[in-house]
């Protein structure tokens, strides 16, 4: 019983580098979702997706990109990191939209 | 619009005392979802208020649904030094908006 398990935990990026963070899940959940943390920001929706083969932009998409081939994960990139994006990332899935959601421990990306 | 207002921002309280903080929204709420996350920590859902007036107790937690479902309260009796955290609550989903918005969360620090 995981749950959510995001890699990696942490990660340094250099500005213009990429990088793929990888969330699973295994309570096969239709609903997953990639979101940011910054101080005093509270959680900032960045894409969700409703089922495989499915992806929507959430509250702040512009700079990541997602994909979801497999049910059970759900991948977020940044094609080229930015300081901006400096943050803590979290995953969470949920059974359906208007269940609670599940998060994972996170990932904390510094871009320097 | 989505939002969900929350207050107070920042919470101290001595251990052993009550704790209150208070979830408001400009337009009625179809369900409202309440989560801790602790320092350092990932955000762990809590429970979800549906009914208008609706009171859930989990513990020394004490959650509240306003009668017009446009506010809801956590209230914390007798704080504990594990009480430590920040408190979200979030709007759940309705209508075409299938996902939960999350407020900006109180931060309770309890002095021992």
């Known amino acids: 019983n995981a749950g959510v398990t995001q890699t990696p935990k942490f990660r340094v990026l250099k500005t213009g580098q990429s990088m793929t963070l990888l969330c699973a899940q295994d309570?096969?959940?239709?609903?997953m979702y990639w979101y940011r943390q910054d101080p005093g920001m509270g959680l900032r929706l960045i894409h969700y997706s409703v089922g495989e083969g499915t992806t929507a932009k959430g509250e702040v998409p512009d700079g990541y990109n997602v994909s979801r081939l497999k049910k059970q994960n759900f991948l977020l990139g940044l094609e080229s990191a930015a300081p901006s994006q400096t943050s803590v990332y979290f995953c969470?899935?949920?059974?359906?939209?208007?269940?609670?959601?599940?998060f994972g421990s996170g990932t904390r990306l510094t871009v320097v | 619009g989505q939002q969900v207002m929350q207050i107070p921002q920042y919470q101290h309280v001595q251990e052993g005392e009550d704790f209150t903080t208070y979830c408001n929204s400009s337009?009625?709420?179809?369900?409202i979802q309440w989560y801790k996350q602790r320092p350092g920590g990932h955000p762990v859902f809590l429970i979800q208020l549906v009914k208008s007036g609706e009171v859930k107790k989990q513990k020394r937690l004490t959650f509240q649904f306003g009668e017009a479902k446009k506010n809801s309260s956590l209230h914390i009796t007798a704080t504990q030094t594990t009480d430590v955290g920040t408190y979200f609550c979030a709007r759940g989903p309705s209508g075409g908006y299938q996902k939960v918005t999350f407020g900006t969360g109180t931060k309770l620090q309890v002095i021992p």
């Open positions: 309570m096969n959940h239709e609903y």
């Open positions: 969470a899935s949920s059974f359906q939209s208007r269940y609670g959601y599940t």
């Open positions: 337009t009625t709420l179809s369900n």
